[in-house]
């Protein structure tokens, strides 16, 4: 998915000439419906930036101290906020941004450029917002934010029109998570108490924030491809057909009713503090 995302998206053209022309933006909102392939390009950007060797194109080299120290989230300059560990139950509060705000005015370890992201940026209480606008008001060296969200209306305006805007829009034929394509067929073929079993096995796990969403877009990816192959659309043959034989009453309106519960699903869990348990089941009952 990174290759494609690098080599292929209007995305990463645009963020490479930012890098190329250095015209840094002091905050960005990336915003869409894919969280890992928004997060991928934050990390990717972020990457570039700091990059030891970057390559004439604009891309990291991926194997200097830095490429490598961000690949695996653990470089001393770039900072990740996200909602709590109840996931998205819980906000970002103004007490992270007030330590985020104390780490930005220390000097830099390694880092040309300190960055930020913030993971489910619509999940900032109001009063994280204020401190966070206050901090962007005050801008400290060479950092840039990145505040990843599904959507921009629970976002200060004030904050918006400080950050550079880029859209991310699902791809025709990019399916997330086919790794988790058979056991979504089977939970589809399913009855309701196996649906509902399914849910309450996952969630003893205790699945963090990313796997829950990681979940959902594999869900997405195959009903996706399960309407494309019933309308005969090129893009698919790389998998099984035997992935996409379902019962006959599962038809085109079926799959349709099921992407739209989805996404609606989806948007409550990043704009609200909804119980995630409750959202999954009640998912299963549009499935």
């Known amino acids: 998915m990174v290759e494609e995302f690098t080599k292929k998206s209007r995305q990463w053209v645009y963020l490479k000439n930012i890098i190329k022309t250095r015209r840094i933006p002091q905050a960005m909102i990336f915003v869409g419906s894919s969280f890992s392939l928004q997060k991928q390009a934050a990390l990717e950007f972020i990457k570039a930036l700091n990059c030891e060797d970057r390559k004439e194109e604009g891309d990291a080299c991926g194997k200097c101290l830095s490429c490598r120290l961000i690949e695996k989230n653990c470089h001393p300059d770039v900072y990740f906020l996200k909602p709590g560990a109840e996931a998205v139950r819980e906000d970002i509060y103004i007490n992270q941004i007030r330590e985020l705000k104390a780490k930005l005015g220390l000097k830099p370890e390694l880092a040309y450029w300190k960055a930020v992201v913030i993971e489910g940026a ?26 990843i969200a599904s959507q921009l209306e629970s976002i200060l305006p004030t904050i918006r029109s400080r950050c550079g805007l880029i859209r991310f829009y699902p791809t025709s034929f990019s399916f997330a998570g086919r790794e988790n394509f058979e056991e979504i067929k089977k939970l589809l073929q399913a ?41 005969d659309v090129r893009g698919i043959e790389e998998f099984d057909s035997s992935l996409f034989v379902l019962p006959q009453n599962y038809s085109m309106i079926k799959i349709k009713k099921a992407l739209k519960s989805l996404e609606d699903f989806k948007g409550l869990i990043f704009s609200t503090n909804v119980n995630t348990k409750l959202v999954f089941e009640n998912l299963m009952l549009n499935l």
Do not use: H, M
């Open 122 to 147: 619509e999940k900032l209480s109001q009063e994280a917002q204020n401190c966070l606008l206050k901090t962007l008001e005050e801008p400290r060296g060479n950092s840039v934010f990145i505040l």
């Open 191 to 231: 009855d309701l108490g196996y649906k509902l079993s399914f849910c309450q096995l996952f969630f003893e796990t205790e699945p963090s924030f990313e796997k829950q969403i990681y979940f959902l877009e594999s869900l997405e990816s195959y009903l996706r491809a399960l309407l494309l192959k019933k309308i």
